[in-house]
Nanobody, 125 residues
Framework: QVQLVESGGGSVQSGGSLRLSCVVS????????MGWFRQAPGKEREGVIA???????RYVGSVKGRFTISLDNAKKTLFLKMNNLKPENTAMYYC???????????????????WGQGAQVTVSS
């Protein structure tokens, strides 16, 4: 059984930084796409950034140069480092895992089989 457990959310001021962690257990596939999604109140869940087993990374333009995704295979932990946070980045952030490599559909919530419980990120101006 695959489990994803997030931690590291919190409240910061605009321009601040946070790092989210997602511990993955029970995921036994050699190929994968692991991503971070976010959902703001009243909005749909959207893909933010993803990392694939082939080494590629995908991200939306609004986080380029500010958000970084990494995977520590030894610790089975996915990280999201967020710098220069803005109030519009306020949302619940979710990690997700899929047994296939990332592709053009990496931002689609239906691609992913397994999800974490979410971590709240609040950025104040």
């Amino acid at each position: 059984q695959v489990q994803l457990v997030e931690s590291g959310g919190g409240s910061v001021q605009s321009g601040g930084s946070l790092r989210l962690s997602c511990v993955v257990s029970g995921f036994m596939y050699r190929r994968y796409c692991m991503g971070w999604f976010r959902q703001a109140p009243g909005k749909e869940r959207e893909g933010v950034i993803a990392i694939s087993s082939d080494g590629s990374r995908r991200y939306v333009g609004s986080v380029k140069g500010r958000f970084t995704i990494s995977l520590d295979n030894a610790k089975k932990t996915l990280f999201l480092k967020m710098n220069n946070l803005k109030p519009e980045n306020t949302a619940m952030y979710y990690c997700a895992a899929d047994m296939r490599t990332c592709s053009g559909s990496w931002k689609s919530v239906t691609k992913y089989n397994d999800w974490g419980q979410g971590a709240q990120v609040t950025v104040s101006s």
